[in-house]
């Protein structure tokens, strides 16, 4: 056999394994795409079903407002959250349509919130009347507390359809990460195979080829390190350079899908931070390491009014306005804090390596200076505001969840004191 022949043998089987593999990778990168999208549906099912709960609330208090009042301001905020869970009902009704185990709890929250709502509609009519009687009657039916029942119910079939889609979005994110660790592998296994023959072709051809052949070998390297490639500079018009373009393509492509996704499944895709599965992992992580010497504080960021400027500008500039405020914060804290969007409104900061309390009094300080200038959104001035709560450990708790929670408390704390305000839990030393 000759060389010619074997040197077009060699080709020949390079190229169908680089053309077999990129065609395999797509398939499971299709596969993988269709997984994250799984974990996306879900999500938007829980954030839906948390929506729906907070705006009975809303409505609720709205009621609770007018009956104690007679203040007919209190009714803007009640129709506008009646509304609000009827939208939010269909929309999580749409997004579990193929779910006859999750349609099952809706029907029953669907019958305790009518029973609900019917509640608060009957109190606000007696209201309207605007007689003592009417008042009096209105109040009584308040009393009886069925209400609370009513609420109690919703938020426990809400919890278990909650557990439900928790459950399933586990199982939905070990799956995607299944898919991603089985193309990284593949990769890595399939790399020495196409090395050994790019090598075993440079012993039957002259000079010309022992370069291309050694920067591959070096780009394969730099694939397996999940580094990006170098790109190739390729002079030859022949077979030999036909296949290192092929395989510059294909590693172009495996390293952009593969940093995309990855990207996708931890950052929120609004803002650009870490998002929420994220940090519960990362936290404990970080608790597990810190000391009385070096300690971890996790600080809790809301934005105040965040709510009544969504829904005076709309949820365009509510966008840009989180958008801006994860840009603020992003550039205000270190290069090893980490910063994530715990959900609506809020983000969470994670900082490594605190000594004493009054480093984090000058961290937050410098955070809430970046909001002193307003933000300039589609030819609107708007000041934006901050309530920062603060936990550390070891100091306050060595358990993430409880860590997060005493955070959340201070946040809570800060925004009753005043505007741009921040507390730290059981602040001493």
């Known amino acids: 056999m000759s060389l010619r022949i074997k040197f077009i043998f060699l080709l020949s089987t390079i190229f169908l394994v680089v053309v077999a593999n990129t065609l395999f990778i797509y398939v499971l990168d299709k596969q993988g795409q269709a ?42 905020p009640y129709y506008a959250a009646l509304e609000q869970v009827k939208q939010h009902f269909l929309a999580i009704n749409r997004l579990t349509l193929s779910n006859p185990e999750q349609q099952n709890t809706l029907a029953v929250i669907d019958e305790l919130v009518d029973k609900k709502l019917a509640e608060l509609a009957l109190t606000v009519t007696l209201v309207m009347q605007n007689t003592p009687y009417a008042i009096e009657e209105a109040k009584a039916i308040v009393l009886t507390n069925e209400g609370k029942q009513y609420m109690d119910q919703i938020r426990k079939h809400i919890l278990l359809f909650q557990n439900i889609e928790r459950a399933k979005l586990e199982q939905q994110n070990a ?28 012993f039957y051809i002259n000079s010309r080829l022992f370069k291309p052949l050694k920067l591959l070998i070096q780009n394969t390297e730099q694939l397996e390190k999940g580094e990006r490639p170098k790109m190739l500079t390729i002079n030859y018009n022949d077979e030999i350079g036909f296949v290192l373009k092929r395989f510059a393509r294909m590693s172009d492509i495996v390293y952009k899908r593969t940093s995309k996704l990855n990207f996708q499944a931890s950052h929120d895709h609004l803002t650009g931070v870490l998002n929420r599965t994220e940090l519960k992992p990362a936290l404990k992580q970080a608790i597990s390491t810190c000391s009385k010497d070096s300690k971890l504080a996790v600080i809790f ?6 709510k009544k400027l969504n829904d005076e500008y709309g949820h365009l500039i509510g966008d ?23 959900g609506g409104d809020e983000f969470v900061i994670i900082t490594h390596n605190i000594a004493k309390y009054r480093y984090v009094n000058a961290m937050i300080t410098h955070l809430l200076a970046r909001f002193d ?17 603060v936990a550390l450990a070891p100091d306050h ?21 005043s505007k741009n305000s921040y507390h730290i839990h059981n602040n001493r030393g």
Do not use: W
């Open 320 to 342: 840009q306005i989180l958008i801006e405020t994860a840009k603020r914060i992003t550039s205000s804290v270190r290069a090893d804090d980490d910063v994530y969007r715990y």
């Open 35 to 76: 997984k994250l999208e799984a974990v996306i549906h879900t999500h938007d099912v829980l954030d839906e079903s948390e929506k729906l709960y907070n705006q009975i609330t809303n409505a609720e208090t709205g009621q609770r407002g007018y009956l104690l009042t007679q203040d007919l301001n209190y009714l803007e």
């Open 373 to 389: 200038n307003p933000f300039v959104l589609e030819q609107l001035t708007l000041n934006i505001s901050l309530s920062i709560g």
């Open 301 to 306: 960021i809301d934005i105040n009014k965040f």
């Open 397 to 417: 708790s060595l358990n993430h969840q409880h860590l997060l929670k005493l955070a959340d408390q201070a946040m809570y704390h800060a925004k009753h004191e």
């Open 175 to 202: 799956d995607y990460q299944r898919n991603r660790l089985f193309i990284t592998r593949f990769v890595t296994l399939q790399i020495p195979l196409i090395v050994t023959l790019l090598v075993f072709c440079a």
